[in-house]
């Protein structure tokens, strides 16, 4: 692949191509000019050999812009990534999920915004798609199970406990090459996991790295009927809370039981921020499922952590 030191790469992992994939490409095909070279990667995350970047299918066509598609049969978004950051050498690298639309003016508002203000990592709205009804249940402070952000109108660096989404990031190629995703982390198939993106920023942090919001480099992101069932946020709030056990490893890992007796501290947090979010008695209970989801997640990471644990015992 080709290099310019103005240059972009949109990287998008993806489990198989399909409508999603076809979609956002013609998203891609129909922005505004960025004013920088760019071009596109698709990691196809699945165990049978994608097309070779010689060999684009003809639907990988984005007119003017060179498309390169990789496979990587390692499962997991994480290690998707990864195998495409291994091919990038532009100096900067935009991370968007497989199933978001950008805005036309996405990805010049994205590589400006981050060059003007001196970021090394930032990112932009994820807004839930608006053709979408909702149910009434799913108030706003719910969203973010559902893949969307919105940190203000304003672009400016982010605070210590702010983080941004990699549906919509954009990060220096060789912060990120230095960087990578943790494998342990982010989805992969039958499990919902997070915090790759939260990982992502705390590490840059650790690093002195500039992060940032650009909030009018938006995308819009698919929101599935699946998605939209009490049962499938209370499994995704489960699945939360073991990524959160996982993202925290390092402290938990030393910890009496192996984090079993931190979730009691973790519940603690979890039913402040249920009582500090309540607005209604039905808000109430569906955030109390929520929080208790979370934490059972995190009892059920330590729980395992200390099996293994004793399991590599001599």
């Given at each position: 692949?080709?290099?310019?030191?103005?240059?972009?790469?949109?990287?998008?992992?993806?489990?198989?191509?399909?409508?999603?994939?076809?979609?956002?490409?013609?998203?891609?095909?129909?922005?505004?000019?960025?004013?920088?070279?760019?071009?596109?990667?698709?990691?196809?995350?699945?165990?049978?050999?994608?097309?070779?970047?010689?060999?684009?299918?003809?639907?990988?066509?984005?007119?003017?812009?060179?498309?390169?598609?990789?496979?990587?049969?390692?499962?997991?978004?994480?290690?998707?990534?990864?195998?495409?950051?291994?091919?990038?050498?532009?100096?900067?690298?935009?991370?968007?999920?497989?199933?978001?639309?950008?805005?036309?003016?996405?990805?010049?508002?994205?590589?400006?915004?981050?060059?003007?203000?001196?970021?090394?990592?930032?990112?932009?709205t994820?807004?839930?798609?608006?053709?979408?009804?909702?149910?009434?249940?799913?108030?706003?402070?719910?969203?973010g199970?559902?893949?969307?952000?919105?940190?203000?109108?304003?672009?400016?660096?982010?605070?210590?406990?702010?983080?941004?989404?990699?549906?919509?990031?954009?990060?220096?190629?060789?912060?990120?090459?230095?960087?990578?995703?943790?494998?342990?982390l982010?989805?992969?198939?039958?499990?919902?996991?997070?915090?790759?993106?939260?990982?992502?920023?705390?590490?840059?942090?650790?690093?002195?790295?500039?992060?940032?919001?650009?909030?009018?480099?938006?995308?819009?992101?698919?929101?599935?009927?699946?998605?939209?069932?009490?049962?499938?946020?209370?499994?995704?709030?489960?699945?939360?809370?073991?990524?959160?056990?996982?993202?925290?490893?390092?402290?938990?890992?030393?910890?009496?039981?192996?984090?079993?007796?931190?979730?009691w501290?973790?519940?603690?947090?979890?039913?402040?921020?249920?009582w500090?979010?309540?607005?209604?008695?039905?808000?109430?209970a569906?955030?109390?499922?929520?929080?208790?989801?979370?934490?059972?997640?995190?009892?059920?990471?330590?729980?395992?952590?200390?099996?293994?644990?004793?399991?590599?015992?001599?």
């Amino acid at each position: 692949m080709g290099s310019d030191d103005r240059g972009v790469t949109v990287l998008v992992a993806t489990r198989a191509w399909g409508t999603s994939v076809d979609r956002l490409l013609r998203a891609l095909a129909d922005l505004d000019a960025p004013g920088v070279p760019w071009q596109i990667l698709v990691v196809v995350n699945a165990p049978t050999p994608a097309p070779s970047s010689a060999a684009t299918p003809p639907e990988a066509t984005v007119p003017g812009v060179a498309v390169h598609v990789i496979h990587e049969g390692r499962r997991g978004a994480s290690h998707a990534r990864n195998a495409g950051i291994d091919h990038i050498t532009t100096p900067w690298t935009a991370l968007l999920d497989d199933d978001v639309v950008p805005d036309r003016g996405w990805l010049r508002e994205l590589i400006a915004g981050a060059i003007d203000h001196g970021f090394d990592l930032a990112g932009g709205t994820v807004r839930l798609d608006p053709t979408v009804r909702l149910p009434t249940w799913l108030e706003p402070s719910l969203h973010g199970f559902v893949t969307a952000i919105d940190l203000g109108p304003d672009a400016r660096q982010l605070d210590t406990d702010e983080f941004v989404l990699t549906a919509n990031t954009i990060v220096r190629t060789a912060l990120l090459r230095t960087l990578r995703f943790d494998p342990r982390l982010g989805p992969r198939p039958g499990s919902h996991l997070t915090n790759d993106d939260l990982d992502l920023v705390r590490r840059a942090r650790s690093l002195e790295a500039r992060i940032g919001w650009i909030p009018r480099a938006a995308v819009t992101h698919d929101v599935p009927s699946e998605r939209l069932r009490l049962r499938w946020l209370v499994a995704r709030a489960y699945q939360q809370g073991r990524s959160d056990r996982r993202l925290h490893a390092e402290e938990a890992d030393v910890a009496r039981l192996g984090g079993v007796r931190a979730g009691w501290w973790y519940l603690r947090d979890r039913i402040h921020h249920w009582w500090r979010r309540r607005t209604g008695t039905r808000s109430f209970a569906i955030r109390g499922m929520v929080e208790l989801a979370r934490t059972v997640g995190w009892w059920r990471e330590s729980l395992t952590t200390v099996v293994e644990r004793y399991r590599r015992r001599p």
